[in-house]
Every structure is written in structure tokens, then in C-alpha cells.
């Protein structure tokens, strides 16, 4: 029988005394590390700590500026902002973001094409919370349809803002330009911080010139937001200051009008202050509406202004280059009589050509049989193609191309307009450059009636006039009229801003004898006012005197003994009609350029056209109500 084995409680008592000891310990060890670790996050760290919470708790966001307005030269409002509303996505708000694009394009219309533009968007976002537009321009019903669903669209708003407006649309397309969405490469152009709230920016004309001006500056308040993002307070605002409004020298009437003469055509019409610069009309027909491109064209709308045969997107009053035709026969004189190549009173005798060399190739001149004996003035207002040829011959390319040049031609001249082009100015040395070939003889031939390799702007063209206007006189084409700015003393003020230009400043056109100014005006006038003037027709009943050269463009070469029938060849391959002119010539206040693309001769079409837009601007006369203007 086994022995009953007897508990040792004074063993047991010191084990539970060790046991409790060290338990004690370990948990007076953790207590201390415990404390430690409090008082480092509590004391140590409490600025750090403090300092994110308040970050995450309150947010600085920026508040974009408005965008500056655009009046024309009588206060009309050509450019504003407007309210538009958008559907919004907010991503950290969504759960499933393609069940929930699904849902919304169930509610409204969108395109696969804007589901692919808010996924660049959303990729683009410059930082959290920040919500991402879907659609815009929302109706009342769209409007309405995504309110009442709501609540099975957690993350959809929608969200109103300020978008830019053209109350003339097309109208003024080419002569202002447009704003958009700001993309990544733009981003990287700007100030990211003063654009930090900004998502148009300029993309064409004056609206991309003085991007600067129009911005503004931005403004920032300190928001408090809850732990999802979503803003609670408002507890501080510095209000962002707009952008500076902005007046032109443009005249809307005058363009209003401008442009229903020239509808159905494509063609193009600049007209000038010849004492400011000042651009008062600049139209380049068809045109396009520039609200399309602020939030963005469809593809359906720009694929149609893409594949336009008349080129809508094209403005042809700063970029089209064509041959200038006849109407640069007043300066190729003037380069002739003042480098003492030939006298004004120089004649020849016209019999309907001209040849380099006997029973060579014939240069015909556009009056088949001839003008006869001619003198500058006669060669000037009847437009005789042969002097030309005769002085030219004499002359060379080297007087044509410095007196040129000096008006402006091959050159960008205007301040304000960054997509204007130079054109061509042809010379021994161009040709050799860009042709690597010779200057030929033929060469120069062709370019004294603004033939040949010889290519202007309507710009370039109307500028030059307004050159000759002011007998050499220099002033440089522009857009802006000024700033407005508020003065205690005088209230309301225009105030022009300092602009740094590429172009170098232009000296005014010095001549060797200043009375040939007189001489080559002298024949523009007998354009418009002589009983054998190219243009009598539309000088005639006119209240006040008008320089002016019609101008006749070849589009395809006619051979040497075939006869030109517009009749034969499609519309497209038929003359282009060109016009320049000033008026009055006592005191010139306007000076015009009018191309017309394969609209036949000068005198028929471009002049006629002139004729009533210098009316409208001089005499206010409105030729498409007033029948006794025509």
C-alpha cells in the first residue's frame, strides 16, 4: 500500500511569492515603456503631431480668379463668363467606378468619347479630393434627373463654375481667338501655383496673348473637412484678385458688317487706324463658334471643321499666303522712280507683252491687245502689267526687295496676333537658300506684279497701305486698345501695357525725294476717280477721295498662247480678287485689305466690297439696309 505523499506549503508559499515578484516586474517594466512611449508621443512630439492633425483636419484649397473681360472700341462686351454646370466625380468617394459611370450615362447622355476624356482627367488631377468632370453643359432636366438620384450615386455632384462665352460666336472667332481646357504641357509653361484652381487657358488670338492679363491672380482659403474629405467650414479666405479687362481697337458693327459681305465666299478682310494701328475689322471667311472649343469639341463637330474643303479652322487674314497680284504695283513704282532707275515720267509703249529678248517668250499683259503709250501714273491706275515688266527688267529684284521689305512684307510686323505668318519676300538670296537656284531675270519680271514666288498676308497688305497712307510713316498693327484701370482723378481709364515683342521696332519709310509719295498716291487715286481707273466704278459717287490698287491673282499657270476662260476651270483653280485702299486721302482714317479666294478680277469683286465697308466706318451706313449705298 503506497505511502500518501504530504504537501510542502512553505515551498509552494516562496514559489508564489517568486512567481509574483516577477510578474510584478515585467508589469512594471511594460507600465514604464508605457510611459515613456506616452510621454514621447505627448511631449517630445507634440508639435509634429499636432501640426498633422490640423492638416488633416483643415485643408488650404485654391479659389480660381475670373477671367478678365474683352469689349471692342464702343464698350460692346465681346468675351464674358458665364455660369455652366457639370456632373462631377469625387474618387474617393466611389466604390466602383465603371458600375457608377455605367449608371450615370443610364440617367444622361455621354459619349464613350467624354468617359475616356474624365479618365485623362482623372490621371491628370493635381491632388486628392479633388473632383473630376464628367460632362458639361448639363440642361435643367439632366440637371434634375442626376439630383433625385443622388443617393445610389455616392461621389456625383453637380458642380457649377465660370466658363468662358462668345455672345457673337463666329463672328469674331479669328480676330479674338478662344480659351480651353489647360492640359499638362501648358501646365508646365505657367505659374502651377497661381494656376493651382485654373483649368482654361488661352489657345488661339488675343485670349492666348494676354493670357497673363486675363488670369488673374489666385486666391486661397483654409477650409475644415471631415475624415472622408468632404468640406465642413470655410475658416479663412483671401479672395483672389480677376483678370484685367481688356478693350480692342476692333469695331463690332464694322466687323458684324464686314462679315455678311463676305458670306458664301471664302475671302478675308483686315482694315487699319493708319494713325494707331489699331485693327478695326479682321475676318477670315467661313469661320467656326469658338463656345465648341471651350469645354470641348465633339468628334462628330470637329471632324466636319477639319474636313471643310473651305478650311474654317484656317484664318486667312493673318496666315493665308497669297500672290499679291497688282496690288503691290504702287510700291514696285516706287522702288523704281525713288532708287533713280527710271523718272516718274518714264513711258513706254504697250502693245500687250513684253519680251526679255527678241522672239523670246512673251510676258502678256492682262489687256490683250495693250494699253498704248503709258506713263507710271497711266501703269499705276490702269494697271499695265508691260511697264512693270520694262522697269523690273531695268531695275532688278534687289531695289524691289529692299523697298518691299521696308513696308512690312516677309516679315511678322503685329503685336498681338501670335499666329500671324511672314509670308515670302522673294530675293537672290531666298531663292538660293530655299530653291537652291539662281535669280532669274523672269524672276523679277513676275514679281513686280506680285507674281512668281511673291507671297503676303491680307494683314501684310492692309498694314502696307496704311504705310503709304501716312507717306512712310511706320504703325504697327495691334489688337488692344488698353487696359481698363480705375484713376481717382479721371474714374475710368485705358491704360496700354508694357509688351516685350520679338519684332524689333520699324524705322518709318525714308525716301530719296519725299515728293514721290505724292505721285504714286496720284495714281491709286486715279484708280478709283479717272475715266480709264480699274476701279472707277467703285469710286464713282463717292462723298470722299480714295486711294486704291485692284489686284488680279493667278491660281494656275495659263500657257503661252491660251487665253483665260473662267468659264473652263473649276471654281477652285479661277483668279483670286484682291483690293487695298485708304480713305480719305487728305486725312486717310481707315486702310483696308480684301481677298477673295478665286473670286475673278479686283475691280469687280474685291473693290466693291471695300467700297462699302469703308461707307459703314466712315459714314456709318449700313449697305444691307441702306439700298442707296450700294
Known amino acids: 500500500m503506497a505511502t500518501e ?17 516577477l510578474a510584478f516586474a515585467v508589469v512594471m517594466c511594460l507600465l514604464m515603456v508605457l510611459v515613456v512611449r506616452l510621454f514621447y508621443l505627448q511631449v517630445v512630439e507634440h508639435e509634429r503631431f499636432s501640426a498633422m492633425s490640423e492638416d488633416n483636419r483643415v485643408q488650404l484649397q485654391p479659389v480660381p480668379p475670373n477671367r478678365g473681360l474683352i469689349y471692342d472700341r464702343n464698350g460692346v462686351l465681346l468675351a464674358d463668363n458665364r455660369p455652366s454646370y457639370s456632373v462631377t466625380i469625387l474618387k474617393e468617394e466611389v466604390e466602383d467606378l465603371e458600375q457608377t459611370l455605367a449608371d450615370l450615362q443610364e440617367l444622361i447622355p455621354i459619349t464613350d468619347r467624354e468617359i475616356d476624356r474624365f479618365k485623362k482627367r482623372l490621371l491628370q488631377r493635381r491632388r486628392s479630393f479633388e473632383s473630376v468632370p464628367v460632362r458639361f453643359r448639363l ?15 455616392p461621389g456625383v455632384r453637380v458642380e457649377a463654375e465660370l466658363i468662358r462665352h462668345y455672345p457673337f460666336g463666329e463672328t469674331l472667332v479669328h480676330a479674338m481667338g478662344y480659351v480651353g481646357r489647360i492640359n499638362e504641357n501648358e501646365l508646365k509653361r505657367v505659374d502651377e501655383r497661381n494656376y493651382s484652381a485654373t483649368h482654361y487657358i488661352g489657345k488661339l488670338g488675343i485670349e492666348k496673348f494676354y493670357e497673363d492679363k486675363l488670369h488673374g ?12 474629405g468632404r468640406v465642413m467650414r ?19 458693327r464694322l466687323q458684324q458688317i464686314t462679315e455678311k459681305l463676305l458670306e458664301g465666299r471664302r475671302a478675308s478682310v483686315v482694315a487699319l487706324d493708319p494713325k494707331t494701328g489699331g485693327i478695326l475689322t479682321l475676318v477670315s471667311k467661313p469661320g467656326y463658334d469658338p463656345n465648341l472649343f471651350v469645354t470641348g469639341i465633339s468628334s462628330k463637330d470637329y471632324a466636319a471643321l477639319r474636313d471643310s474643303r473651305d478650311l474654317p479652322l484656317f484664318n486667312r487674314a493673318i496666315r493665308g499666303g497669297y500672290p499679291p497680284g497688282s496690288t503691290i504695283k504702287p510700291i514696285t513704282a516706287l522702288a523704281a522712280i525713288d532708287s533713280g532707275v527710271v523718272s516718274p515720267g518714264y513711258t513706254i509703249f504697250d502693245p500687250g507683252w513684253y519680251t526679255l529678248t527678241q522672239g523670246g517668250r512673251k510676258y502678256r499683259d492682262w489687256k490683250k491687245y495693250g494699253h498704248g503709250r503709258v506713263n507710271m501714273n497711266d501703269a499705276i491706275s490702269q494697271s499695265c502689267d508691260t511697264w512693270f515688266y520694262d522697269v523690273a527688267h531695268k531695275m532688278g529684284v534687289d531695289p524691289m526687295s529692299d523697298y518691299l521689305g521696308r513696308f512690312g512684307f516677309g516679315e511678322v510686323t ?49 498694314t502696307a497701305t496704311a504705310v503709304i497712307a501716312n507717306r512712310g510713316k511706320w504703325v504697327q498693327p495691334k489688337m488692344l486698345q488698353g487696359i481698363k484701370k480705375f484713376d481717382e482723378e479721371n474714374g475710368e481709364i485705358l491704360e496700354m501695357p508694357e509688351i516685350t515683342s520679338v519684332q524689333l521696332p520699324r524705322q518709318n519709310v525714308q525716301l530719296n525725294n519725299e515728293k514721290h509719295w505724292d505721285a504714286i498716291i496720284k495714281g491709286m487715286h486715279d484708280v478709283m476717280h479717272s475715266a480709264k481707273g480699274t476701279a472707277r466704278r467703285s ?50 482714317q ?7 479666294e478665286n473670286g475673278g478680277g479686283g475691280s469687280t469683286t474685291a473693290a466693291p466690297i471695300a467700297r462699302q465697308i469703308m461707307d459703314a466706318y466712315l459714314f456709318g451706313i449700313d449697305p444691307l439696309l441702306d439700298e442707296e449705298a450700294l
Not at 139 to 153: D, F, G, K, M, P
Not at 217 to 228: H, I, S
Not at 415 to 441: F, M, N, Q, V
Not at 539 to 561: R, S
Open 5 to 21: 505523499r504530504l504537501k510542502d506549503h512553505s515551498k509552494e508559499s516562496r514559489t508564489f511569492k517568486i512567481r509574483a515578484i
Open 139 to 153: 440642361t435643367e432636366q439632366e440637371i434634375a434627373t442626376i439630383s433625385v438620384n443622388y443617393h445610389r450615386l
Open 217 to 228: 491672380e489666385v486666391g486661397f482659403q483654409k477650409v475644415e473637412t471631415n475624415a472622408r
Open 234 to 252: 470655410v475658416l479663412e479666405r483671401s479672395d483672389p484678385k480677376p483678370g484685367s479687362d481688356l478693350v480692342l481697337h476692333l469695331d463690332l
Open 414 to 462: 503685329s503685336l498681338d496676333l501670335p499666329e500671324a505668318l511672314g509670308a515670302i519676300l522673294p530675293s537672290k538670296a531666298w531663292k538660293k537658300r530655299t530653291r537652291k537656284a539662281s535669280w532669274y531675270t523672269g524672276d523679277s519680271l513676275n514679281m513686280s506684279i506680285g507674281q512668281g514666288f511673291f507671297v503676303a498676308t491680307p494683314l501684310q497688305l492692309a
Open 539 to 588: 469710286g464713282a459717287g463717292a462723298l470722299y477721295k480714295i486711294a486704291g490698287k485692284t489686284g488680279t491673282a493667278q491660281v494656275v499657270g495659263i500657257k503661252q498662247d491660251e487665253e483665260y476662260d473662267a468659264e473652263k476651270l473649276a471654281e477652285i483653280h479661277r483668279d483670286h480678287a484682291l483690293f487695298v485702299a485708304f480713305a480719305p486721302i487728305e486725312d486717310p
Open 590 to 596: 481707315i486702310a483696308i485689305s480684301v481677298v477673295v
